[in-house]
């Protein structure tokens, strides 16, 4: 038994909470079992319980004995002075702290099934190839998680909210300076996201607005600004030098130390291509944000998309100064589209109103749940567990969970939990 197997417990209220009784003989009733604090303090905020018909508001200490109360040094402590509960699995000693303000204790071993505990602890110390609780779901049918992943979309979004309002500050409340960021990072895929990034961590936004106008400038601004210009081998290589040139003078730009990265990419997926289509999407679209964010339509930013297409030299090159044999326009595809939307487009979209104050994240949930479900390693390992993915929302969950909560082992914080034991 620990800590963080009682806040489980506690958090999902995996006990009876008919009958309750203190150790001090004092009928209990636990209305609200408070809001999990991982930070510094009381394990529980703002519960509501009552005792003896009186109710209580306040906060709630957790310990696998009453004795830990004294371990952890709490009676001298100014954070512990308001709580309403002690809740511990073993009351080994009295607090007479606690006793002396009437504030009861609740031994919780009589209260929770003992198989309960068994299967909370095989969790713990289960040896696993994808997740620890693998062995539960695939064992036993599962319930309808569509709720849990609900709230587990709304934690990440959450996450991205923090993220989005970090960028908006740097970027003076400038939202089109935000969408480009995570617009650039999308285009840069898994191996280049972060060096794409960096365009807009280096270079103020008004600049590119500028440049865009000048299909042309933008693509030698990006391809300049990645180092890709420096021995041209092709008269359009050159083109672009010479403009890239005449813009780093212009604005004062600084080369990025960033280097674009070729290694396992398809050839469609080149850092190249994908910096041409942005720099065409720029072009084409001088206020991107107020379509994207402020119609918000899939439809609407896949008939964007659509048009979208790389220069032409890149119609028969994937690098400077090689010709390929095969003619491709590159197009971009549906499952970039959505990818686009659900990593980009969505986060801002959340942002913004929470920003503005009236936002219904029901429409988010709606959204989310019409887009496709993504098909990678991760998602892959779920459906051969036993949890199936339908659409975007689940996969986006499970994406987070696994990164966040089940390669980390933090099992007991896990919204699924109650549903597969």
Sequence with gaps: MNEKILHHIWKYKRFTSLGLIST?????????????????????????????????????????????????????????????????????????????????????????????????????????????????????KQKNLSEELNKIYLEKLNEKHKEI??????????????????????????????????ISENVDFSIIKKISKNRTQLEAFFFGFFNELENPKDEYQEKLKQEYAFLKHKFSIQNSSNK????????????????SQLADLYHKNQNLFDVMIQNFSFDEIKSILEKIKPSEYWNSHYTFGKTSKKINQHKISNTFTELLFTNAIIPVKYSYHLFLGNYDISEIISKISQVKAEKNTITNQWNFIGIETKNALETQSLLYLYKNYCSTRKCMECELLPKII
């Excluded at 009552?50 to 508001?57: L, M, S, Y």
């Excluded at 970027?171 to 650039?184: D, G």
């Excluded at 674009?260 to 910096?275: A, D, E, K, M, Q």
């Design 24 to 140: 001090q003989g004092k009928k209990l009733c636990v209305l609200n079992s408070g809001t999990y604090n991982t930070n510094q303090g009381t394990d529980f905020l703002e519960a509501k319980i009552k005792v003896d018909d009186i109710e209580w508001n306040g906060n709630i200490e957790i310990h696998t004995k009453s004795s830990d109360f004294y371990l952890h040094k709490h009676e001298n402590d100014s954070r512990y002075t308001n709580i309403i509960l002690h809740v511990v699995y073993y009351n080994d000693i009295k607090i007479p702290e606690l006793e002396e303000k009437n504030i009861p204790t609740l031994e919780l071993k009589d209260y929770v099934d003992s198989n309960l505990i068994k299967t909370v602890l095989s969790v713990n110390n289960e040896v696993f190839s994808f997740i620890p609780c693998e062995h539960l779901i695939q064992n036993r």
């Design 260 to 275: 674009l990265n070729y290694l396992r990419l398809r050839p469609n997926n080149f850092p190249t291509i994908r910096l």
């Design 165 to 198: 309002n970090a960028e908006l500050t740097k970027n003076n409340n400038n939202w089109e300076a935000v969408l480009f960021s995570k617009i650039a990072y999308s285009f840069g895929l898994k191996i280049n996201a972060q060096t794409f990034q960096s």
